[in-house]
């Protein structure tokens, strides 16, 4: 009996090398209820052009694009919000400047606790995925090279990764988002990570509960485990992730890292 769902039972297993992971929502939890923040303001900014589109509609409409680019750096869902206003006949800010005012509405509702495991009046236990630690200790100690990758900006990645305690099993692999957006996605740090380390696809094993993660993580071959993690519980499966993770390609689905020894023992121990 495993305490994982095994979706794909053909994976290979055994061979991993290196093991990719999402941050927000996989790992950290200082960003839950991040969509509680984007879908209203971004519904706002529509009823401003006047549609005739009710709320419900709307809200429907901008939360199928918003997790449907979940995973992605954030100016790709403010570049999608500007053309949903163009398309409603309305003339747009720039993405970058829908991307600061979510930005700032997000920060009023994570600042506390951000202050908080800055002050030592919070553990990063409090704030991460349960098992995340251990998960991570146990790959390392096996000899495997940890890559952490988000669609949040690099600065804030680092600095929330150094506070949740989790930079020294990463190093100086921690990807985020970049101002030249360009420069930076998970497609490319994946392809990074096998050019660079001689890597076949399925020795790459990743984790994440975005749907581009999951996808890309397939795109080249690799085991994805999908993170279906309730945030807000911090226990059991948010059944709307997971079947959303499903449908993009997931091999595994979990909701935490808590019984992260049997899960790696499966995945690692042919």
Do not use: C
């Not at 706002?44 to 709320?55: F, K, W």
């Amino acid at each position: 009996m495993h305490d994982f769902e095994v979706i794909n039972p053909h994976i290979r297993r055994g061979r991993f090398r290196s093991v990719l992971f999402d941050f927000d929502g996989t790992l950290s939890l200082i960003r839950e209820g991040w969509p509680q923040v984007m879908i209203p303001m971004m519904v706002d900014v529509l009823r401003q052009t006047g549609t005739a589109e009710d709320q419900a509609a709307l809200t429907k409409h901008v939360e199928d694009f918003v997790m449907r680019l979940n995973g992605r750096q954030t100016i790709y869902q403010m570049m999608q919000l500007a053309d949903e206003v163009r398309k409603r006949g309305g003339v747009p800010l720039e993405p970058l400047a829908y991307k600061h005012r979510y930005h700032d509405l997000l920060m009023e509702r994570i600042r506390g606790r951000i202050d908080a495991l800055s002050a030592g009046s919070a553990t990063p236990e409090e704030w991460t995925v349960p098992g995340s630690h251990a998960i991570l200790e146990n790959l390392k100690r096996r000899g495997l090279t940890l890559y952490l990758a988000s669609g949040t900006d690099l600065a804030f990645v680092r600095r929330e990764a150094e506070l949740l305690g989790l930079t020294t099993y990463f190093g100086e692999h921690i990807y985020g988002a970049l101002d030249d957006y360009k420069n930076f996605s998970k497609a490319m740090i994946i392809d990074r990570i096998l050019r660079e380390n001689d890597l076949h696809g399925d020795e790459l094993l990743g984790f994440g509960d975005g749907f581009v993660e999951i996808e890309e993580i397939k795109r080249v071959g690799g085991v994805a485990v999908a993170v279906a993690s309730d945030e807000v519980k911090r226990s059991g499966i948010n059944q709307w992730k997971r079947d959303r993770l499903v449908r993009a390609g997931a091999d595994l689905v979990i909701g935490d890292f808590r019984e992260q020894h049997r899960l790696v023992a499966f995945l690692i121990e042919k």
